[in-house]
């Protein structure tokens, strides 16, 4: 059983920057591939990050890809997301997951565990 906590979530205006943390109980962290999804309201979860267990391969969304950056640091069993040039329409709730394969979650596929998510707001 994994445990994901989220945290870094918050209100920034448009063009701001935010790092999101997602810090996994358990000492099998480096066992799974993760990744960061969002839902915005009345819409449905969508992928925007993942990342292989050795952090050495990366897959973005191209709503995302230049402005977000997926990391991990296996010694300290916690998977970052960096979101620069924020805007409006990256408001959303932002979970971080864990799976088997960082390309399998891409489409959504394969993910085992879920974090409780956390809010990011974009004022225009």
């Known amino acids: 059983q994994v445990q994901l906590v989220e945290s870094g979530g918050g209100l920034v205006q448009a063009g701001g920057s935010m790092r999101l943390s997602c810090t996994a109980s358990g000492r099998t962290f480096s066992s799974y591939a993760m990744a960061w999804f969002r839902q915005a309201p009345g819409k449905e979860r969508e992928f925007v990050a993942s990342i292989i267990r050795g952090g050495g391969i990366t897959y973005y969304a191209d709503s995302v890809k230049g402005r977000f950056t997926i990391s991990r640091d296996n010694a300290k069993n916690t998977v970052y997301l960096q979101m620069n040039s924020l805007q409006p329409e990256d408001t959303a709730v932002y979970y971080c997951?864990?799976?088997?394969?960082?390309?399998?979650?891409?489409?959504?596929?394969?993910?085992?565990?879920w974090g409780q998510g956390t809010q990011v707001t974009v004022s225009s």
């Open positions: 997951a864990a799976g088997l394969k960082a390309q399998a979650m891409v489409e959504l596929r394969g993910t085992d565990y």
